[in-house]
């Protein structure tokens, strides 16, 4: 059989062409946040066992799945790639906290986050301002935020930011926010 070269342009644009679930309302492209980081963002919120943590874009839900396994809190991943929830929910299995953690195919954008105590972010600015006014008006006082490497805008200066060097040796800045 003979392939012409426009057909395998083709095949090809279509594989790397993210699913249309992920084309709807894409935040950010998903990159996995490094162990290290994992822990130092969680630690900057000060998550306790008492916590119900949202990861908005959660992509493979490291984030949730650490706070469990680590400090027993709860915690909910929202990503709109279904293939990186089923992913995520069978890392959780294999983690022994499945109990604890959940995963919902779900645009960020629209998701209920008023139970969350912590929400963990990895998005873009332009992402982190969209969803500010659902942050800001679903979150109790007391929750915190904590943004790997993107802020809110200049107008919504952060509470804390901790810089540091990863284990890869990359530069990483960390935002904290606390809703009043």
Request: charged share 20%; glycine share 8%.
């Amino acid at each position: 059989m003979i392939v012409s070269a426009p057909a395998v342009v083709i095949a090809l644009l279509l594989a790397l062409t993210p699913a249309p679930e992920a084309r709807q309302q894409s935040l950010a492209p998903f990159i996995a946040t490094p162990a290290d980081v994992v822990d130092r963002m969680l630690s900057l919120a000060a998550v306790t066992s008492r916590d119900v943590v949202y990861d908005l874009g959660c992509g493979d839900g490291r984030i949730p799945i650490a706070a469990a396994k680590t400090y027993g809190a709860r915690g909910v991943g929202i990503d709109i790639d279904s293939g990186l929830i089923a992913q995520a929910r069978a890392d959780a299995k294999a983690a022994g906290v499945g109990e604890l953690v959940e995963f919902r195919v779900e645009d960020a954008l629209r998701a209920d986050v008023s139970p969350a105590t912590v929400v963990t972010l990895f998005l873009l600015s332009s992402s982190n301002q969209k969803l500010r006014p659902r942050l800001l008006g679903q979150l109790r006082p007391g929750a915190r935020i904590v943004s790997h490497a993107f802020s809110m805008g200049r107008d919504w200066p952060a509470d804390r930011v901790d810089q540091f060097v990863s284990a890869r040796g990359d530069e990483v800045t960390l935002y904290l926010w606390k809703i009043k």
